[in-house]
């Protein structure tokens, strides 16, 4: 009896001991703070007063403005601005903690190195220099570029970044955006020599195959990513969310055309579209919408991002290694986001992520 007892008691005491662990870890547990961000990813830089309004409401200082695309001229194969923001009204941007942005494609990394990286730099600056003046980021501190960097690419864009790096402020901040695949297998794909990393919880599925319900956010797809990715990715991360549609054109079975503004209004127009399903649509007569001419034949799929999708993907980011403080981003803020996506639900999906 005396030998059980005391058995009893030291269980009682292991027990014991075990909870109060778990108990100061809890306490001692930093929870996250998130903080809400968007987009900007347009041609015009300007704001609507009900966009405005909707980033007072989320109370969302942050904006990742992309203010450049970098693409290659088929032609010379260098590098040159695709497109580039303009700024009417400078005012628009007073009083918004603003992240320019740059996207460059992947093809403008081949075949560089050395002397072409530095020159390539100070190209994309001088590109940049009068929008960032009008946007208040100049002299520039903080930068952010886009680029689905591959295993041929890495060596020369990385040192792209390096040599960016040290034409930023003393204290200034770079960031480089991460697709799920490079997050899963840094070992393969590196892990770019930038301050933050922004992950990409989007275009998870596959763009190409008609069969896709939605690729902007498939979440069998994603969790292949999420599920046994390292637990120690080498850099502070933040986290994109989708917050965009558009309609898919494929052609004799392969994609054709994306067209963001041929919405489900238009789809339903039963002279030239013959619903399949919810979301996709087969072309019975041919016609002229948004400036393409759709063959009969053509299939087409609508994509969006619902609130169920959204919170969805929102469960799956909660899961990711993010930064004590990270900025969840929404990709990207427009008129129509403002009227279908509430504030409340931007404010769920941020709690989320504590």
């Known amino acids: 009896m005396i030998r059980h007892n005391s058995a009893y008691t030291i269980l009682l005491f292991l027990i014991g001991t075990g909870l109060f662990c778990i108990l100061l870890w809890r306490c001692h547990a930093t929870p996250r703070v998130p903080q809400p961000a968007f987009y900007f990813w347009g041609t015009t830089g300007s704001l609507s007063a009900n966009e405005k309004a909707y980033l007072d409401s989320l109370h969302c200082k942050r904006l990742y403005v992309k203010i450049l695309d970098i693409g290659v001229d088929d032609t010379t194969g260098e ?17 918004r903690d603003i992240t320019p942005c740059i996207f460059l494609s992947n093809q403008v990394f081949r075949n560089r190195s050395g002397a072409t990286i530095d020159s390539l730099a100070s190209r994309v600056l001088a590109y940049s220099e009068g929008v960032l003046q009008k946007l208040g980021c100049w002299p520039l501190k903080r930068l952010q570029i886009d680029c689905d960097w591959s295993p041929s690419t890495q060596n020369a864009y ?17 960031s480089a955006t991460i697709r799920l695949h490079q997050y899963k297998f840094p070992d393969q794909t590196g892990v770019p020599p930038v301050d933050r990393g922004m992950l990409m919880l989007y275009n998870t599925g596959d763009i190409d195959d008609w069969r896709t319900e939605n690729s902007i956010f498939d979440e069998t797809a994603a969790s292949k990513y999420i599920k046994g990715a ?125």
């Open 158 to 174: 990385f040192a792209f970044l390096n040599t960016l790096k040290k034409r930023l402020a003393p204290t200034g901040i770079l």
């Open 79 to 95: 590098p040159y601005p695709m497109a580039q923001l303009t700024v009417p009204d400078s005012s628009d941007w007073l009083g």
């Open 230 to 354: 390292p637990r120690n990715y080498r850099l502070p991360l933040d986290l994109a969310l989708p917050l965009f549609s558009w309609s898919l054109v494929y052609r004799n079975g392969d994609l054709w055309k994306i067209i963001p503004s041929l919405d489900a209004q238009q789809l339903s127009d039963t002279s030239c579209f013959t619903a399949e399903n919810a979301y996709s649509w087969a072309v019975k007569q041919g016609t002229l919408r948004e400036g393409h001419y759709l063959r009969a034949g053509d299939w087409i799929r609508r994509e969006t991002i619902s609130s169920e999708r959204l919170l969805l993907a929102a469960n799956w980011g909660a899961q990711l290694q993010l930064d004590k403080k990270p900025d969840i981003a929404f990709f990207q803020l427009s008129d129509a986001v403002v009227q279908q996506y509430p504030v409340q639900l931007l404010e769920a999906v941020c709690r989320k992520m504590e």
